[in-house]
């Protein structure tokens, strides 16, 4: 049986179609092909999977995929962090949303829209184009927790402010299979066909393939850090996962656009914690 899903993607649709039998087969078959349906579906690095040959979700490699990107837009703070952290952050930002494409900006735009919509446009206002201005003023305080929480840090040390953003980075995107299981088993309603899809397609070994990733890269950033930065992890998954509770129960359903909300609330939760914790 052939499924459709698509999803929003720099302004266009993307469809993907995938096989169920295929969908159970490919994680085991190839772990490195889920890997490259984990970047393919989250960035917009090219990894020559087309959109129409996406066969998985790809969520076992959120974890991995995540720490990545951190490690990726982690360069900045490196090279200028020390003299310039407010720069740097900014700039560690900008990265970022360069490899992801803005994708769960826009989904954090369009849910915030729909939570400030009238009763009964919440669905239009979610699926507009065009970004109200819950969704816009959603966009600029997360990033600038983001950016005055990674400037704190650096303004500290580098290395930490270079450990809290892979670590974010990572559990942030580790977390969403996790939800998506979890809201399954527990009946919350998928909406939307990319959250619908992949509410039902992503397995519980995939979650805890991800979920045992990011612990893996805590561990390793303890190296670092020391105690504070399993603290960090463990204070920022907790807020983090209040935070998108929060948003997903006002929402009443789990779509795409909250997937997309619910890793900027995570990723900016854990980099809070870190500021915090200091």
Known sequence: MVRIASRRLTGRRTIVRHDDALMRASPARAPTAELRAAIAFLTRIPVGVAG?????????????????LGLVAALPLLIGGPSHPV??????????AVLDGGLHLDGLADTFDALAAPDGAAERARTDPRAGTAGVAAIVIVLALDGAAIAEIG?????????AVVMAACLSRALAPAVAVLGRATGRRAAGRLGSWFAAETTAVQAIVSLVTALVVIVVATEWTGVRGAITAIGGTILASFVASVALRAR????GDGYGAGIELSFAAILVT????G
């Open 155 to 163: 303004g500290r040390s580098t290395t930490t402010a270079v450990v």
């Open 252 to 255: 009443g359903q789990i779509d």
């Open 87 to 96: 720069l740097a952050a900014v700039a560690c930002l900008a990265v970022l």
């Open 52 to 68: 129409d040959r996406l066969v998985t979700t790809g969520a076992a490699g959120f974890g991995l995929l995540g720490a990545g």
């Open 274 to 277: 870190a500021a915090l914790i």
